[in-house]
C-alpha cells in the first residue's frame, strides 16, 4: 500500500499562485495513476488533474485547464500541483490519490478508481 503526504496548501488572493506536493513511500513500483481530487464544503470530491508516473497519459478537469499543472518527480517521489490564475471556486480540500498502472480517460476522474489517498491540504482562495 502507497503511503501519500501532502503539503503546500495555504490562503491566497485571486489571481494568486500555490503549488500542492504530495510525497509517496511505500511502494516497490514505479508505475502509478497518481491524481488530485478536491472536495469544496457540501460537494463531491471531484478530479482535477491525473498523469502517468512511466508514460505521458495527463488528464485534467476543464475547470482547470490552462491554469493548474500536475507534474511528478520520480527520483524525489513526489507528485506536483502548480496552481495558477487561482479563483474562490478553487477553494476546497485537495487530496493526492494513487492507483497501480496506467491512467485512462474513461477512469481518471472516478473516486472509485484509486486505492490509496492521502490526508488533503486545504486551499482557500480569497476574492
Known amino acids: 500500500q502507497v503511503q501519500l503526504a501532502e503539503s503546500g496548501g495555504g490562503s491566497v488572493q485571486a489571481g494568486g499562485s500555490l503549488r500542492l506536493s504530495c510525497t509517496a513511500s511505500?511502494?516497490?513500483?514505479?508505475?502509478?495513476?497518481m491524481a488530485w481530487f478536491r472536495q469544496a464544503p457540501g460537494k463531491e470530491r471531484e478530479g482535477v488533474a491525473a498523469?502517468?508516473?512511466?508514460?505521458?497519459?495527463?488528464y485534467y478537469a476543464d475547470s482547470v485547464k490552462g491554469r493548474f499543472t500536475i507534474s511528478h518527480d520520480n527520483a524525489k517521489n513526489t507528485l506536483y500541483l502548480q496552481m495558477n490564475s487561482l479563483k474562490p471556486e478553487d477553494t476546497a480540500l485537495y487530496y493526492c490519490?494513487?492507483?497501480?498502472?496506467?491512467?485512462?480517460?474513461?477512469?481518471?476522474?472516478?473516486?472509485?478508481?484509486?486505492?490509496?489517498w492521502g490526508q488533503g491540504a486545504q486551499v482557500t482562495v480569497s476574492s
Open positions: 511505500g511502494y516497490t513500483y514505479k508505475r502509478y495513476c
Open positions: 490519490a494513487a492507483e497501480l498502472g496506467d491512467c485512462y480517460s474513461g477512469s481518471w476522474s472516478l473516486r472509485t478508481w484509486y486505492r490509496d
Open positions: 498523469r502517468y508516473t512511466d508514460g505521458e497519459s495527463v
